[in-house]
């Protein structure tokens, strides 16, 4: 046999038992590394009741202001009182110096506290303002609601009302409009409080708090806030098989030392550090704190 055909018959046979030796070898098997879990801090948060608060700018209005006029013609004779002075119903604010019918005089319409009066010497034409009197007892405390809010608010809800001047009254909410302002898309909403002594000026500036109805929320830190990837603001926190999850969150209240949010488990362990970093559905360490 020709010596090249023996030498390829040999390499033929080596190639053939190589080949079928490794089928009947069986394959190493390297086990893959698992990929090493992100691990986040996480902070436990227990559901509790909690009463939102809408605050507002307001301000006081007297709770009716006339211009008391003179019904005919004549000089001012005499007034009743003078201009800062309170008085009742039917008190004479101005005597004319004419007879004609029993209207000499000018009475007021009802309890109040005079604004302005004419002095006298004075000559009054049928129609011109005697006195502007004001009613101060009681006083109305008013502000406007923006239409957002407006579903949460109804009379006689608990009002704190924090005056310019330093005096903070408590009361309820007498009126709350069913027609918004056309021009700033808010409601009006009145809170009437008793002024015997006239101590509430008309006009006055306020910080109006009005307690809405209670609600189960939860305390978090503001810094942990996020955003899906659709958009929504809310938290991402652990489940029981650590697992990332996403929770929309309603901001109920803005305070100094965190928000009030609504939208959670009643019992969450909140992801405080590392929220940034992971997605909802990973698998995560956690660190408690």
């Known amino acids: 046999m020709n010596k090249n055909i023996r030498i390829a018959s040999y390499i033929l046979i080596v190639v053939i038992f190589w080949m079928l030796s490794a089928i009947f070898v069986e394959e190493e098997i ?164 008793p002024n015997e002594n006239g101590l509430i000026r008309d006009g006055i500036t306020s910080n109006m708090t009005i307690y809405i109805d209670k609600v189960i929320a939860h305390k978090i830190p503001s810094s942990i806030l996020v955003l899906s990837d659709e958009g929504k603001l809310g938290v991402r926190y652990v489940n029981n098989d650590n697992i990332v999850q996403f929770s929309e969150v309603i901001i109920f209240e803005d305070s100094n030392d965190g928000l009030w949010v609504a939208g959670l488990p009643s019992s969450v362990n909140l992801i405080v550090e590392g929220q940034g970093f992971v997605e909802e559905g990973q698998a995560v360490l956690i660190n408690a704190l």
Request: aromatic share 6%.
């Open 30 to 193: 390297i086990p893959e590394k698992e990929p090493s879990l992100f691990k986040v801090a996480v902070q436990q948060s227990e559901s509790q009741e909690y009463q939102p608060k809408i605050r507002l700018k307001s301000t006081t209005r007297s709770e009716a202001r006339v211009e008391v006029k003179a019904k005919t013609s004549g000089e001012v004779v005499s007034i009743g009182a003078r201009q800062g002075t309170n008085i009742k119903k039917d008190f004479v604010l101005c005597s004319l110096g004419v007879v004609e019918l029993n209207r000499t005089e000018v009475k007021a319409p009802f309890d109040g506290y005079i604004e302005n009066i004419v002095k006298p010497g004075n000559y009054l034409q049928k129609g011109q303002i005697c006195a502007t009197i004001i009613q101060l007892d009681p006083i109305i405390f008013i502000a406007e609601v923006p239409e957002f809010q407006i579903n949460k608010v109804r009379e006689n809800q608990k009002v704190k009302l924090d005056l310019i001047t330093g005096q903070t009254i408590e009361g309820k909410l007498s009126f709350v409009s069913k027609s918004a302002n056309n021009a700033t898309r808010t409601f009006l909403v009145e809170s009437e409080i």
